[in-house]
């Protein structure tokens, strides 16, 4: 089992930058790939970015490629997700989750989810 709590979110202004924080409960992190997701309003919750569990591999959609970047401590059992140069279209609930399975990490079939962090951008 593992648990999985996001902060890190709020209002910013576009153009501004935010680190959002997903720490994970026991002792088995480092074997988990782990998935950052969003979820606008009215939208179904789609793909952001991935890590292995060494963090040597990872995946970005394209919306988010050179602005986002996807990071991983498994000393602290925290993964990261670094959003630069943020547009009011990035707003939603983002959400992290964890893979016993490396593959196909792009999809929401992930084992385990937070409950999310607000992300709010003003234009």
């Known amino acids: 089992q593992v648990q999985l709590v996001e902060s890190g979110g709020g209002l910013v202004q576009a153009g501004d930058s935010l680190r959002l924080s997903c720490a994970a409960s026991?002792?088995?992190?480092?074997?988990?790939?782990m998935g950052w997701f969003r979820q606008a309003p009215g939208k179904e919750r789609e793909f952001v970015a991935a890590?292995?569990?060494?963090?040597?591999?990872?995946y970005y959609a394209d919306f988010v490629k050179e602005r986002f970047t996807i990071s991983r401590d498994n000393a602290k059992n925290t993964v990261y997700l670094r959003m630069n140069r943020l547009k009011p279209e990035d707003t939603a609930v983002y959400y992290c989750?964890?893979?016993?399975?490396?593959?196909?990490?792009?999809?929401?079939?992930?084992?385990?989810w937070g409950q999310g962090t607000q992300v709010t951008v003003s234009s």
């Open positions: 989750a964890a893979k016993r399975s490396s593959v196909r990490l792009t999809t929401t079939q992930y084992d385990y």
């Open positions: 026991g002792r088995t992190f480092s074997s988990y790939a």
């Open positions: 890590i292995s569990w060494s963090g040597g591999i990872t």
